[in-house]
Nanobody, 125 residues
């Protein structure tokens, strides 16, 4: 059974940091691009950051550039999202997703077939 499980979310103060993890089971991530997406209340799901199967290419939303870093450890079948300088606008449910390669574009949401259940990130004082 293919499964993605996110962890690492929580409540953090503005300016703080969190590291999200996305662990895969039932399949190997070697042949998948991985994306982090988020959805805030009343808003559409949006791409935050995506990484190619090899890790050689990454993509970031303008709103998180310079603050978030995506990485992957294929040996551990896990992808990470390091989030620094968090602000209240980052509050959302964060989902990781897997897209079989090749993908049309790294954060092309329709390419992502497998999704985790999400982890809540709340940035508030």
């Amino acid at each position: 059974q293919l499964q993605l499980v996110e962890s690492g979310g929580g409540l953090v103060q503005p300016g703080g940091s969190l590291r999200l993890s996305c662990a895969a089971s039932g399949f190997t991530l070697d042949y998948y691009a991985i994306g982090w997406f988020r959805q805030a209340p009343g808003k559409e799901r949006e791409g935050v950051s995506c990484i190619s199967s090899s890790g050689g290419s990454t993509n970031y939303a303008d709103s998180v550039k310079g603050r978030f870093t995506i990485s992957r450890d294929n040996a551990k079948n896990t992808v990470y999202l390091q989030m620094n300088s968090l602000n209240p606008e980052d509050t959302a449910i964060y989902y990781c997703a897997a897209a079989p390669v090749p993908v049309q574009a790294l954060c092309f949401i329709q390419a992502y077939h497998y999704w985790g259940q999400g982890t809540q990130v709340t940035v508030s004082s």
